[in-house]
């Protein structure tokens, strides 16, 4: 890894755990080993940072939501492959999305998270014209929002995980059974 790379890890990290506000430049230089002139060498300020951190989550994902619409033809067989791959973006950028997530009230008036308040916007809006009904959109909303959120919580290091690849086959198989399974109403329940 380059020292840019180093950089952007450790800064990613930081963000995540300690907040986007809460981090200084400094820091995230000390967490690396290296100068604040060598971190600013690199970026040249913490909000330049943040975006270079964010940005292959957001390509990630963006490259994802592209693919949604050619999905129209067959809705329900492209569901799993869907699902999988929303997994598979929250898992592999899980520090950005916990950045997104816990402190985008916060850092709304940021670049890069109107950035990621569009691609949101955008994956709000391809559901609503994709989902076959309100009920399967505001489960599948549900779904992906609970990934989002405990991905973002696991990056607590004081509680014990469950392993990545169990983890992922539990999002996975939830996020189908909310997307494909006939829901019960509570009046036939209770």
Known sequence: M?????????ALERFAR???LGSSI??????????????????ESKEALLAAAMQP???????LVAALPQADPDKLEAVPALATGFVDVLMAHSAAVSIFVTQRGALHDVPVIGR??????????????????????TRVSIGLAGVAFILGDALDD????????EMREIFIDTLLELCLAQPQSLERTC
């Open 26 to 43: 400094q820091q995230i230089a000390d967490d690396v080993g290296t100068s604040k002139s060598s971190v600013l060498y690199h970026f």
């Open 57 to 63: 989550a957001i390509d990630a994902m963006s490259a």
């Open 116 to 137: 990621a308040n569009a691609l949101v916007d955008q994956i709000a809006s391809t559901l609503v014209q994709e989902a076959p009904s309100a009920r399967v959109l």
């Open 158 to 165: 004081e509680r014990e995980h469950v392993d990545p690849a």
């Open 18 to 20: 300690t907040g986007y």
């Open 2 to 10: 380059t020292t840019r790379d180093t950089i952007l890890q450790a």
